[in-house]
């Protein structure tokens, strides 16, 4: 089990494709982004037109804006599909410096030329010169413009990284979670044996010591149990009440292997426990390690167990107490072990198991007087209470 489990965890850590966003859907937000940025531009430069007692329209600054900015913003377009799509070979220091100088060495040289004959030509209405244009060329709006350039480069840069940590981040959250289920598949699978060596060895007995009878009945109890395990195996939650009438089964199959040396008191919540979930087996391992001690330390050959269930303070509450060593360590028990680690992978720090030692008498039947018996050990197990809605 451990060897499949490690093999698929190695397929489920291989690289799978990423998904990209669609072309269209880049370009959309970049146009959004540099729309804002034009409109802001043509209203600040309008106001200034304005006080400035210039004669000047809003739609005449939008186009001119929009004549400006045209440039930058096919750029922030192809830088943006470009790292959406070669977002592995783009960011590595060489890829990004060779970027930084085409756009800067290259792009930005030629903009500016662009820019500033464009302004001669709306001013004079012919076409200027190379002189004329690097004659008008001023340092202010050259590094203005490189300022604009640079912010959109490393924004771009910048929500590039963030895409992948986050889909890295997702992609590692999604890896763990895959893990966890793989590995509370393979604790509740090695229950599945357990259970059924256990059982048929129970059984085995009973043939050996030619009881047919109780053998067959007690195989008709183990089919319908198994039947309970297998459709339980393939749930990751069931109701509490279908987890007490398995405990009801099991200790029925336990009673007839045992020679109805068993005694059970049960004292079940009023609550719908229906609508309450629980993970499948949650309980089946506790009941079966505490069978098996209260079997090697009861001095009459009877068992006797009181079995309780409630709601706690919006958890549900196992409770099973039985005449047993208050001294029991079960740390080495590896049924209870496997028991604690499911219970940790699913509840995290909201459930317990904990073994407690009772002050007070207790009574398996009121109308049984004979079954009266102290019990001096109580298995509690905790967890939040889940419930179908």
């Not at 001669?120 to 060329?137: G, K, W």
Request: glycine share 2%.
């Amino acid at each position: 089990m451990s060897d499949s489990l490690s093999l698929l965890r190695t397929e489920m850590l291989k690289n799978p494709a990423r998904p990209r966003v669609a072309a269209w859907k880049l370009v959309l937000g970049v146009l959004a982004i540099w729309g804002v940025f034009l409109v802001l531009a043509a209203l600040a430069n309008f106001h200034d037109h304005l006080e400035a007692g210039l004669s000047s329209t809003l739609n005449r600054q939008l186009l001119l804006f929009f004549t400006l900015l045209l440039p930058k913003v096919v750029l922030s377009c192809a830088l943006a599909l470009l790292f959406e799509y070669h977002q592995d070979r783009i960011l590595n220091l060489k890829s990004l410096s060779l970027l930084f100088v085409a756009i800067f060495f290259v792009f930005l040289p030629v903009y500016v030329i662009v820019e500033n004959a464009y302004f001669l030509y709306r001013s004079r209405n012919t076409v200027p010169s190379i002189s004329q244009i690097i004659a008008m060329i001023s340092p202010i709006p050259f590094w203005l413009d490189a300022m604009v350039l640079a912010f959109a480069f490393s924004l771009q840069i910048a929500f590039t990284f963030w895409q992948r940590n986050r889909y890295h981040f997702l992609r590692a959250q999604t890896e763990k979670q895959t893990y966890l289920q793989l590995k509370l598949r393979q604790l509740q699978g090695q229950l599945e044996p357990y259970f059924l060596l256990n059982s048929l060895e129970g059984i085995g007995h009973l043939v050996v010591d030619a009881d047919r009878s109780l053998a067959t009945r007690a195989l008709a109890k183990l089919s319908d149990l198994l039947r309970h395990v297998l459709d339980s195996g393939q749930k990751e939650w069931q109701s509490v009440d279908d987890e007490l009438q398995f405990i009801k089964d099991f200790f029925s199959l336990q009673s007839l292997q045992l020679n109805e040396q068993l005694a059970v008191h049960w004292e079940i919540g009023s609550q719908n426990w229906s609508h309450y979930l629980c993970p499948p087996l949650l309980f089946q391992p506790l009941l079966e390690y505490t069978i098996r001690h209260a079997q090697s330390t009861s001095e009459d050959a009877r068992i006797h167990l009181t079995l309780r269930c409630e709601l706690v303070a919006s958890h549900v509450e196992f409770c099973l107490l039985f005449n047993g060593a208050p001294n029991l360590d079960f740390s080495k028990s590896e049924e209870i072990q496997n028991l604690q680690e499911r219970m940790q992978l699913i509840f995290k720090q909201q459930a317990f198991i904990r073994l407690e030692s009772q002050k007070q008498p207790d009574t398996l039947g009121s109308s049984d007087l004979e079954a009266k018996t102290y019990l001096p050990t109580c298995f509690k197990l905790r967890f939040p209470a889940k419930t179908d809605e």
